[in-house]
């Protein structure tokens, strides 16, 4: 298996004004390379820019600009590789219909990571096992950066990557030939219907709490974004209330990062097989399409937006696909099975006598079957029929 392990850096004074260098110069080529694209497709002549005759270049521009020149070329070649699938996505999106999303070009505070495809060639991941404490990672440029190790690595590193988040440096690695650390059987399964009272809810009746991090935060959110506009731009404070800002958003984000990992880890240990929903999370928080008036032309009437927003806000908050990435992870390294299963009337469905209908549902959370009369907490019921359809189809897979 293919993981990933990420590791915050201790770096000097010094190497931390040279990673910050690094970014600077990575991002500076990133955008002269965006710009010999752009201008090579509107001369006259449709000349198409590939990334192999730019990756030609790199050793012209390294002789020609010695601050380039101190970096190391496989991960310029990264760095142009990455602009290339860049231009690769946006030509997909454009044959496919949807909003293609031109490459843009990088200012300070949006190219926060360089790569290096290959351990030890312009990197080495230097770690002690015996000494955790003594594990660094040598840059080309930059030196022997100290590295926090609050974990051992496994498998084999494949590449390596610096990035930056506010003030923090981290090491990732990506690692091949992991192996799997299968969990004994227990017998048991499980269907998971997620929601926004609860981030998750069993078929056993068990409600996992959604704490709402976001909307905990919109206070202190709310004062900081005040705070950054009456401050003057390009000032250095309002650097300092950029970076308050930000800060808080990640508090946010590794808040809903742990709470997702405590729970798919409870999920993943205490049964053998979990149904979830297939759900179309991009789908679900795309905007109401908007309702042109018949009789007043460019007058629009009114398509439930507003009301739609703050579900939006409530979904991204519950952070869903945050959660079901880290189950199937888990779930692969200790051999579970993960099965997702299509959410059409799981929660309108009714798990003792099967009759489907609006009505079942009064309420958010009060399920009763008008055919039956079968009372039920409506995300337990809609559990219950995503446990039946996952181990449904996995019969009918082992069929």
Same mark, same amino acid.
């Given at each position: 298996?293919?993981?990933?392990?990420?590791?915050?850096?201790?770096?000097?004074?010094?190497?931390?004004?040279?990673?910050?260098?690094?970014?600077?110069?990575?991002?500076d080529l990133?955008n002269?390379a965006?710009?010999?694209?752009?201008?090579?497709?509107?001369?006259?002549?449709?000349?198409?820019?590939?990334?192999?005759?730019?990756?030609?270049?790199?050793?012209?521009?390294?002789?020609y600009?010695?601050?380039?020149?101190?970096?190391?070329?496989?991960?310029?070649?990264a760095?142009?590789?990455r602009?290339?699938?860049?231009?690769?996505?946006?030509?997909?999106?454009?044959?496919?219909?949807?909003?293609?999303?031109? !490459?843009?070009?990088?200012?300070?505070?949006?190219?926060?990571?360089?790569?290096?495809?290959?351990?030890?060639?312009?990197?080495?991941?230097?770690?002690?096992?015996?000494?955790?404490?003594?594990?660094?990672?040598?840059?080309?440029?930059?030196g022997?950066?100290?590295v926090?190790?609050?974990?051992?690595?496994?498998?084999?590193?494949?590449?390596?990557?610096?990035?930056?988040?506010g003030?923090?440096?981290?090491?990732?690695?990506?690692?091949?030939?992991?192996?799997?650390?299968?969990?004994?059987?227990?017998?048991?399964?499980v269907?998971?219907?997620?929601?926004?009272a609860s981030?998750a809810?069993?078929?056993?009746g068990?409600?996992?709490?959604?704490?709402?991090?976001?909307?905990?935060?919109a206070?202190?959110?709310?004062?900081?974004?005040?705070?950054?506009?009456?401050?003057?731009?390009?000032?250095?404070?309002?650097?300092r209330?950029?970076?308050r800002?930000?800060g808080?958003?990640?508090?946010?984000?590794r808040q809903?990062?742990?709470?997702?990992?405590?729970?798919?880890?409870?999920?993943?240990?205490?049964?053998?097989?979990?149904?979830?929903?297939a759900?179309?999370?991009?789908?679900?928080?795309?905007?109401?399409k908007?309702?042109?008036?018949?009789?007043? !032309?460019?007058?629009?009437?009114?398509?439930?937006?507003?009301?739609?927003?703050?579900?939006?806000?409530?979904?991204?908050d519950?952070?869903?696909?945050?959660?079901?990435?880290?189950?199937?992870?888990?779930?692969?390294?200790?051999?579970?099975?993960?099965v997702?299963? !299509?959410?059409?009337?799981?929660?309108?469905?009714?798990?003792?006598?099967?009759?489907c209908?609006?009505?079942?549902?009064?309420?958010?959370?009060?399920?009763?079957?008008?055919?039956?009369?079968?009372?039920?907490?409506?995300?337990?019921?809609?559990?219950?029929n995503?446990?039946?359809?996952?181990?449904?189809?996995?019969?009918?897979?082992?069929?």
């Open positions: 298996m293919r993981r990933t392990f990420k590791f915050q850096l201790r770096p000097t004074a010094r190497q931390a004004v040279a990673l910050v260098v690094m970014l600077d110069d990575h991002r990133y002269a965006l710009r010999e694209r752009r201008d090579a497709y509107r001369h006259p002549s449709k000349t198409r820019v590939r990334y192999g005759d730019q990756s030609a270049q790199l050793k012209e521009i390294r002789a600009d010695p601050g380039q020149a101190r970096w190391s070329f496989s991960s310029q070649q760095t142009l590789r602009l290339d699938r860049a231009f690769t996505a946006f030509f997909r999106r454009v044959k496919a219909g949807e909003t293609p999303g031109y !490459p843009r070009f990088k200012g300070a505070g949006w190219f926060d990571t360089v790569d290096w495809p290959k351990d030890g060639d312009g990197c080495r991941w230097d770690s002690q096992p015996d000494n955790p404490t003594q594990t660094f990672v040598r840059l080309q440029g930059v022997h950066v100290k926090n190790q609050h974990r051992p690595v496994a498998g084999v590193v494949k590449t390596v990557s610096v990035k930056r988040e003030r923090r440096w981290y090491v990732v690695l990506s690692c091949d030939g992991v192996p799997a650390e299968p969990l004994p059987p227990t017998g048991a399964v269907g998971v219907d997620l929601g926004i981030l809810t069993t078929s056993h068990r409600h996992y709490g959604n704490p709402q991090f976001l909307e905990r935060a206070g202190r959110l709310a004062d900081a974004q005040r705070d950054l506009s009456r401050k003057k731009r390009g000032s250095n404070r309002r650097g209330a950029v970076a800002v930000a808080l958003h990640r508090e946010v984000g809903r990062a742990d709470l997702a990992h405590k729970t798919a880890l409870g999920l993943v240990r205490d049964h053998d097989l979990v149904a979830h929903e759900l179309n999370i991009k789908g679900m928080v795309r905007r109401a908007a309702r042109p008036d018949p009789d007043d !032309p460019g007058v629009f009437l009114p398509n439930g937006q507003a009301a739609k927003s703050g579900l939006n806000r409530s979904i991204h519950a952070g869903w696909g945050v959660f079901l990435g880290i189950l199937h992870a888990k779930a692969e390294s200790a051999g579970r099975t993960v997702p299963v !299509p959410a059409l009337n799981t929660s309108r469905t009714c798990a003792e006598c099967g009759h209908a609006a009505g079942n549902r009064t309420t958010q959370a009060v399920f009763a079957c008008v055919a039956c009369g079968h009372t039920a907490h409506a995300d337990v019921n809609a559990a219950v995503i446990l039946r359809a996952g181990l449904a189809r996995q019969v009918a897979q082992a069929a």
